[in-house]
């Protein structure tokens, strides 16, 4: 059994022309929001071991929010072949994950995120049918259960979704 944590970036900064997509930064709701996601994630098992990140800045924000005081440590893998990566890059490169990695997570960007939940996902744990059916909001993350045993055996519908967070703050 294989785990995946979906993570989305937390709140950024509205895109302008004077800011480069890949360099927004999170807003003051973001941090919190991501705050709120780290403490989740440290009540879940199983924890996660290795976090794949998009090189954009706000996925940097993110992920050291939600690496921080995590025990055990968390490896943290930045990539830029994860920023605006479609749902079947990210197939792909979760296919090429090391084996001794059980429980990962990938934070990245919409709409790839959600595409990518919809296609591993063929079952829901009971209460969750219509999880995916909803706006996939920024610092929202679903916990998917593998029935694989190797990363290079992901593939469509193999997934059951057994977990979310839905990040609900009003600053």
């Known amino acids: ?17 004077e800011i480069n997509d890949h360099d927004r ?15 989740w994630l440290k009540n879940k098992k199983p924890n996660i071991e290795g976090l794949f990140t998009s090189s954009s800045i706000r996925t940097l924000q993110t ?8 025990i055990p440590t968390i490896k943290k893998i930045v990539d830029k ?7 079947e890059n990210l197939i792909n490169y979760i296919s090429f994950i090391e084996e001794n990695l059980n429980t990962i997570g990938i934070v990245g960007h919409q709409p790839s995120l959600q595409e990518l939940a919809l296609i591993l996902v063929g079952s829901y744990a009971e209460g969750y049918e219509k999880v995916l059916n909803n706006n996939f909001s ?10 694989i045993k190797r990363w290079d055996q992901i593939s469509p ?9 839905l990040s609900l703050i009003h600053i």
């Open 81 to 87: 072949k994860l920023y605006a990566a479609s749902e």
């Open 25 to 39: 930064k999170l807003t003051n709701k973001g941090i919190e929001r991501a705050k709120n996601l780290n403490s």
């Open 138 to 147: 920024t610092s929202n993350a679903i916990l998917i259960l593998l029935n």
């Open 63 to 70: 992920s050291d929010i939600i690496c921080n005081g995590m």
């Open 157 to 165: 519908r193999a997934g059951v979704l057994a977990d979310y967070f």
């Open 1 to 17: 059994m294989k785990y995946l944590y979906i993570i989305r970036h937390a709140k950024a900064e509205a895109s302008t022309n």
